[in-house]
């Protein structure tokens, strides 16, 4: 495991070697341009890498990382990146994918004070809100916490349907597919909770944007 700044440019160089190897003209392809199919809203924690963990090479994910893979609508930072992913990058999927065993999740269920953290923490602490009944059910902590994990993914991928410009884009029929997946720390798999979604139907009609035709027939008051 790296410990100092100097084995991370060690393995800097290591890495270009190695991929200099096997793909002589890796970073002539790269240079050229950027198109890659997948947005990916991940948590922070250093175990859950996009790329390592899909086995995917670079040029293949845009990333977006978080503590607990949230999906805030006021996070002008993630909402860039999922404009220039959807709308100019054309992706056709963004993935969440949270973990088990996610610290912030740990954080958001306790009652402790974790000073300017307490900010963040507080829209986990709202899905918490939204499914307290089944969450509460639970007397094992782990199997409330794992579950917490996969509502709070859940509810991401809901927070992504409700932003207006992906709406827009399902209007005319293009991408992207928003899949909701959860990772294993103790064995390095990735589950997809099954929670795909490509238009807003799933979610209360408050959030569901009409079409601006929809809108001028409107009866005027
Ligand atoms: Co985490």
Same mark, same amino acid.
């Given at each position: 495991? =790296?410990?100092?700044?100097? !084995?991370?440019? *060690?393995? #800097?160089?290591? &890495?270009? *070697?190695?991929?200099?190897d096997?793909?002589?003209?890796?970073?002539?392809?790269?240079?050229? %341009?950027?198109?890659?199919?997948?947005? &990916?809203?991940?948590?922070?924690d250093?175990?859950?890498? $996009?790329?390592?963990?899909?086995?995917?090479v670079?040029?293949?994910?845009?990333?977006?990382? #978080?503590? $607990?893979?949230?999906?805030?609508?006021? !996070?002008?930072? +993630?909402?860039?990146?999922?404009?220039?992913?959807?709308?100019?990058?054309?992706?056709?999927?963004?993935?969440?994918?949270?973990?088990?065993?996610?610290?912030?999740?740990?954080? =958001?269920?306790? #009652?402790?004070?974790? %000073?300017? +953290?307490?900010? &963040?923490?507080?829209?986990?602490? !709202?899905?918490?809100?939204?499914?307290?009944?089944?969450?509460?059910?639970?007397?094992?902590?782990?199997?409330?916490?794992?579950?917490?994990? @996969?509502? #709070?993914?859940?509810?991401?991928?809901?927070?992504?349907?409700?932003?207006?410009?992906?709406? @827009?884009? &399902?209007?005319? %029929?293009?991408?992207?597919?928003?899949?909701?997946?959860?990772?294993?720390?103790?064995?390095?798999?990735?589950?997809?909770? %099954?929670?795909t979604?490509?238009d807003?139907?799933?979610?209360d @009609?408050?959030?569901q944007?009409?079409k601006?035709?929809?809108?001028?027939? *409107?009866? *005027?008051?």
């Amino acid at each position: 495991m =790296a410990e100092t700044i100097n !084995d991370l440019l *060690k393995g #800097n160089r290591a &890495w270009v *070697k190695d991929i200099k190897d096997k793909i002589p003209d890796f970073f002539e392809q790269l240079e050229a %341009g950027q198109s890659p199919k997948f947005l &990916w809203i991940g948590c922070s924690d250093s175990r859950v890498p $996009a790329t390592e963990i899909t086995n995917a090479v670079p040029g293949s994910i845009f990333v977006q990382r #978080n503590i $607990a893979n949230m999906v805030v609508h006021t !996070d002008s930072n +993630l909402l860039s990146v999922v404009y220039y992913a959807v709308m100019v990058l054309k992706v056709k999927h963004i993935i969440v994918c949270g973990h088990y065993g996610c610290g912030g999740i740990q954080a =958001a269920l306790s #009652n402790k004070r974790y %000073g300017f +953290l307490d900010n &963040w923490l507080v829209h986990i602490k !709202d899905v918490y809100r939204i499914h307290k009944d089944e969450l509460d059910a639970f007397e094992d902590d782990g199997l409330r916490s794992d579950r917490f994990v @996969e509502l #709070n993914i859940q509810e991401q991928v809901n927070n992504l349907s409700m932003v207006s410009f992906i709406q @827009e884009q &399902w209007e005319k %029929g293009e991408f992207p597919y928003i899949h909701g997946w959860v990772y294993s720390l103790n064995n390095g798999l990735i589950k997809d909770l %099954g929670v795909t979604v490509n238009d807003f139907h799933h979610l209360d @009609e408050v959030y569901q944007y009409k079409k601006k035709k929809d809108l001028n027939e *409107k009866p *005027k008051p």
